[in-house]
């Protein structure tokens, strides 16, 4: 069984930045890609973005791309996900998963193993 443990969510001032964590444990060879959505109060969870591990290729959703980065260490079984330039619009649980065969990445339902989230607070 995959664990991912998300860190690096807090409060933040509109145009401010925050980098925030995905560490894996377990049986994490077969990971094929890790992807990152987010969730508001009352709404759907989002896709932000998804980086695959062996080639290193990143998606971005539209809302977000140019603004946040994702960047992997294979050696630490970690995904990086910076956010910058974050808006009001931007606050929401933020949750990572994996997937260990191709999946679309924007779809929740297809990734294998979720985080608990990190909170992200922006405030105008």
């Known amino acids: 069984q995959v664990q991912l443990v998300e860190s690096g969510g807090g409060l933040v001032q509109a145009g401010g930045s925050l980098r925030l964590s995905c560490a894996a444990s377990?049986?994490?060879?077969?990971?094929?890609?890790t992807g990152w959505f987010r969730q508001a109060p009352g709404k759907g969870r989002q896709f932000v973005g998804s980086?695959?591990?062996?080639?290193?290729?990143?998606n971005y959703g539209a809302s977000v791309k140019g603004r946040f980065a994702l960047s992997r260490n294979s050696a630490e079984n970690t995904v990086y996900l910076q956010l910058n330039s974050l808006q009001s619009e931007d606050t929401a649980m933020y949750y990572c998963?994996?997937?260990?065969?191709?999946?679309?990445?924007?779809?929740?339902?297809?990734?294998?193993?979720w985080g608990q989230g990190t909170q992200v607070t922006v405030s105008s």
């Open positions: 377990g049986p994490t060879a077969r990971t094929y890609v």
């Open positions: 998963a994996t997937a260990m065969k191709p999946v679309r990445v924007g779809v929740a339902l297809e990734y294998d193993y």
């Open positions: 980086i695959t591990w062996s080639g290193g290729q990143t």
